[in-house]
């Protein structure tokens, strides 16, 4: 009768090479997906009392100014948030420091019936807004963009993470 020796040494050397080939793979599927996104970042808010004053810093490095883009917000609340919209200021400075203008964005986390809108389950939804489309950056260099809560409360509940998304235009 021969010996399994051989076989069962060698098996753990057939999967590991399996995991060398497919891991990547999959990376390469996963970041491939969407080439078209240049930015995005999530950053996390006190949900138990965002302020008013806490504001939200993005930087953005621009290197072709000939390319234009379209911009969104993520939004991550729970269901304690109290309402069915949200209110933001952004202010962009550019990167000679100049300000060129401060919007303000309204975001709908939940249907009019007070259902949520977005993806998630139990009492967290995620939610992406776009808010600009065919954007031009006209110079180069790092753009910040500098977002705060804009409701009539002086502390907010129930918002966990605010985003901001930038991709190329299609």
């Not at 007070?114 to 180069?140: L, P």
Request: charged share 25%; hydrophobic share 35%.
């Amino acid at each position: 009768m021969k010996s399994n020796a051989n076989f069962l040494k060698s098996k753990p050397h057939s999967g590991a090479l399996k995991l060398f080939v497919i891991i990547p793979l999959l990376v390469f599927l996963f970041t491939s997906c969407n080439s078209n996104v240049v930015y995005d970042e999530n950053k996390t808010v006190d949900s138990e009392s965002w302020k008013a004053d806490d504001k939200i810093f993005y930087e953005f490095d621009v290197k072709n100014t000939s390319n234009k883009y379209k911009m969104a917000l993520n939004v991550r609340n729970t269901t304690d948030y109290p309402y069915n919209n949200i209110y933001f200021f952004m202010k962009t400075i550019l990167p000679d420091g100049s300000i060129t203008r401060t919007d303000t964005i309204e975001c709908y986390l939940a249907y009019p019936d007070g259902t949520w809108k977005g993806k998630g389950s139990f009492d967290v939804k995620d939610n992406r807004f776009w808010i600009a489309k065919n954007v031009e950056f006209k110079q180069k260099g790092r753009y910040v963009f500098e977002i705060y809560q804009a409701t009539s409360d002086s502390s907010l509940v129930g918002i966990r993470d605010v985003g901001l998304h930038i991709e190329y235009q299609d």
